[in-house]
């Protein structure tokens, strides 16, 4: 029998949706600047081709879980997003063979230290400490999904104010393309989460704020910034 030298971590799981089930997390990936508004928002131009970062496993907060305002930062933003939860995996995949891993979809929120994400820009240094931090990826319950993914409205309030709010058709990269380009970089896996990117109006949040995601078909998200 193996034995080891700290005890084993508590896997991250995600519920799912009209089970007692619970999904496996093995890795997060999210895809940067997926809305051509968003782009232009952040300083961006239409014609650039996607890319990824990576948040840690345990960073998603289920819900129902207690999402605090993180250290050394100021300036918090929220990011709403659909995500999208693997069943299968490979490498070099193309979009055709993309949707056959998809198990289903949630909601989650990209949170982003914003002002630590910028002085890594300027600096030409990784965004792990502005979008890899502890309790950074809040996510709802995971819906199982067949056939053509979900393309209705994806929207955020905080305080009951509308923060973001658009069309999941207005994704530059589509989710088939998202799955086949993150193949390309990476063995995707059973249990992998893919942010596939979000809309403009990301603002910042502070302490006591009660925030609300919903999209069309897929769920709801509601969580409050804690102290």
């Known amino acids: 029998m ?64 207690v999402v605090p305002y993180p250290g050394r930062t100021s300036n918090l933003h929220h990011e709403i997003e659909l995500v999208v939860a693997l069943k299968g995996g490979g490498r070099d995949l193309t979009p055709d063979q993309a949707l056959d891993l998809v ?13 630590l994400q910028n002085a890594a820009k300027d600096k030409g240094q990784p965004w792990e400490a502005g979008k890899g931090f502890d309790a950074s990826a809040p996510i709802s319950a995971i819906r199982p999904w067949t056939g053509a993914p ?39 896996a059973p249990g992998d989460l893919i942010f596939t990117g979000t809309p403009e109006g990301v603002a910042a949040m502070v302490a006591g704020d009660e925030v609300s995601g919903q999209i069309e078909g897929v769920g709801e998200l509601s969580f409050r910034i804690a102290p």
């Not at 949630?106 to 002002?115: E, N």
Request: proline share 9%; hydrophobic share 40%; charged share 20%.
């Open 103 to 115: 198990y289903g979809y949630a909601v989650g929120v990209d949170l982003t230290r914003r002002d």
């Open 150 to 188: 979900p393309s209705g409205t994806i929207a955020i309030s905080v305080n009951g104010q509308v923060r973001q709010s658009a069309s999941l058709e207005d994704m530059i990269w589509n989710i088939a393309e998202i799955i086949a380009e993150a193949s390309k970089l990476w063995a995707l």
């Open 2 to 65: 193996t034995s080891y030298v700290l005890d084993l971590p508590v896997p991250a799981t995600v519920p799912v949706e009209g089970t007692d089930a619970l999904f496996p997390v093995h890795r997060i990936y999210c895809v940067g600047r997926n809305y051509a508004a968003h782009r232009r928002e952040m300083g961006g131009d239409d014609r650039d081709p996607p890319f990824f970062f990576a948040k840690p496993a345990d960073a998603v907060v289920p819900p129902g879980g």
